[in-house]
């Protein structure tokens, strides 16, 4: 680097330095998506094998910091239930600057169409623990009871899914917020621009 390069960058170093003598942060939010397909094979055995408020669960996938897990309960949440529920649970420790998440759950077919949809709201995952900045936890979980009616989703998997599997796309959206100083915000503004 020439020297007039070198004073250039040191002069708009020092122009930074004076202008962040105040005090200044800002805060950015972004939302952050991810999905995921559960495929549940041998549905029709699951459907007789798995006990009133059992489940099955997916494997882990990742969204904004957090691993995510669906539960499929074929029998409902509790033995008096006509529905089939679904739940989705959140676990992990990086989740700095998590302020929300909403996630829709969807029965698919093999085109991958929504057949039956629920939303979980921000608001029902953030009564629940998402509404801390910075915080640090283990567990979240959430569910639709009365996603579907059991008998309307045996017919309907006789007549769509003719290999006897169950396709459960979940789609999740994680807000965050990311803070940052004024001195941060201005040396990454001038680092943007090249020295020639």
């Known amino acids: 680097m020439s020297a007039a390069g070198t004073e250039l960058m040191l002069s708009a170093l020092r122009s930074a330095f004076r202008r962040a003598a105040g005090s200044f942060s800002s805060v950015r939010a972004r939302p952050i998506t991810g999905s995921h397909l559960f495929q549940i094979d041998g549905y029709k055995l699951l459907h007789m094998m798995v006990p009133s408020d059992g489940a099955v669960e997916s494997d882990k996938f990742h ?19 006509r529905f089939v529920s679904v739940g989705l649970r959140a676990t992990g420790q990086d989740a700095s600057g998590v302020v ?33 900045l910075g915080w640090s ?43 940052e100083s004024r001195l941060g915000r201005y040396l990454k503004d001038f680092w943007r621009f090249p020295l020639t």
Not at 65 to 79: A, I, Q
Not at 107 to 132: C, K, M
Not at 164 to 174: E, F, N, P
Request: aromatic fraction near 10%; proline fraction near 3%; charged fraction near 25%.
């Open 100 to 132: 929300a998440a909403a996630s829709q759950v969807s029965i698919v077919d093999r085109a991958g169409a929504p057949a039956f949809t629920r939303h979980i709201q921000p608001d029902d995952l953030g009564r629940r623990g998402l509404t801390t």
């Open 137 to 179: 936890y283990s567990t979240h979980f959430s569910y639709t009871g009365d996603f579907v009616d059991k008998e309307e989703l045996f017919k309907w998997v006789q007549h769509h899914m003719d290999d006897d599997s169950l396709h459960i796309r979940c789609d999740v959206v994680v807000l965050q917020t990311n803070t």
């Open 63 to 81: 969204v904004g910091g957090l691993d995510w897990h669906v539960s499929y309960y074929p029998k409902g949440l509790d033995k008096k239930s």
